[in-house]
């Protein structure tokens, strides 16, 4: 019996010895890199990625130049599953080109179908009350469909409520092609004085329609990592409020470019946002409308510690006749907080130029926007409000005061703001 203990005490001391040297084994390693690979798509951590949070993505890159430590390889093996939505993901260590160096690559395995669901609006304004938009659906393998459903008082001249409804594959073959499908139908609801300027300013642009329904294939190609392009078309139907009167419809060629870096600097992270857009209709694609909207902006946000400053510009221009849904809107939760669209111009400007500085100390902000909408031709009226309140990744909770002489009505603000 002696011996059988004896036996007993000697194997776990071997067995511990073996597990101790693999560990002290490993841990003579570097990491050299790390990359996420998918399923049609690989990522290096060092590169900007918006598959991973901030959070994953900064410690992801502190393997880097450390020694190998295969507990915290499963802990952010987990992290990722949980992230990617994944059926599992597992990580293998291999030889780099230098001694006692290696690389890490995680695979990701996707689960089969997964449910998605995403809130696109939600927002509250003592003028325009509320707005909410929301998507609901599921992705398998690489593909998305999505359903969902929209009240919408604050983007447009018009109140939009109806039904959308999407499907996408943002890796068409390829991580760098993606292609979608968008669909939306909405019943439409205007303001008396949106109705009055529309009889004042005849040709102007559209007259009023009861509904809009759009068809909208999308291509993206990713050119570079910060640079992507997407190309597409939209076909616009506008039923009229007369019954049995024929619809209008505006067919359009559609473009953008869109530029996003930021940087991994820990003390002072930055990042840059610029975008253009180009939608332009003809009587080629037979078009009732005849126009030509060009939209650019310009977000910089620059960061320390619980400090965050961030300036954004945007520019639009319309050429031609352009319906309603495509003029430019100021007086609502993106461009001159604190007024009323409706006191600007309830039908739009087919002119915008907007400036926004925010400043943020932890939770709290505030803000001071100016800009303009106008019609060529027309003299440019500059407007100002500034703001204050709590924000909170997408949440919002504000107050905007329009800077104008007489009384002053502010606007409260409150909701989720993407």
Known sequence: MKFAWLGILLAGVLCAGTQDSDLNVNKRYTVDSVTVAGKGWHSNVTEPSDRFSNGLRR???????QKLNPAVLDGISSRLKKELAAREVEHHILRSDVPDHVRVEFEVKPAGTNPVANLNKLIYSSQQGWSAGGMAGFTTHQNTVLFGVISDGDTLSERFTGINARWENK???SDRLGLKFDFESYHEQWNPGTLEALAANPRLTSDAYRTRQTFSPTLSIALAKPLTLEVGAAFERFGSPVTNAPAETANLAVAALRYNLRTSDE????EVFADYSLRAANRL??????????????HYRVGHGRHKLSEAVTLGAISGRAPLSERFVAGNSYYLRGWNKYDIDPIGGNRIAHNTVDYRYGPFETFYDAGAVWDSGQPVVVRHSLG??????????AVAFPIRTGRVEPIFIMGMIY
């Open 285 to 298: 694609m037979g078009s009732d409308y005849v126009f030509a909207s060009h939209l650019a902006g310009l």
């Open 388 to 397: 204050l309140g709590v924000r909170e990744s997408v949440f919002t909770l």
């Open 171 to 173: 890796h068409l073959g």
């Open 59 to 65: 410690d992801m890159l502190a393997l880097i130049g």
């Open 267 to 270: 003390d002072y992270p930055q």
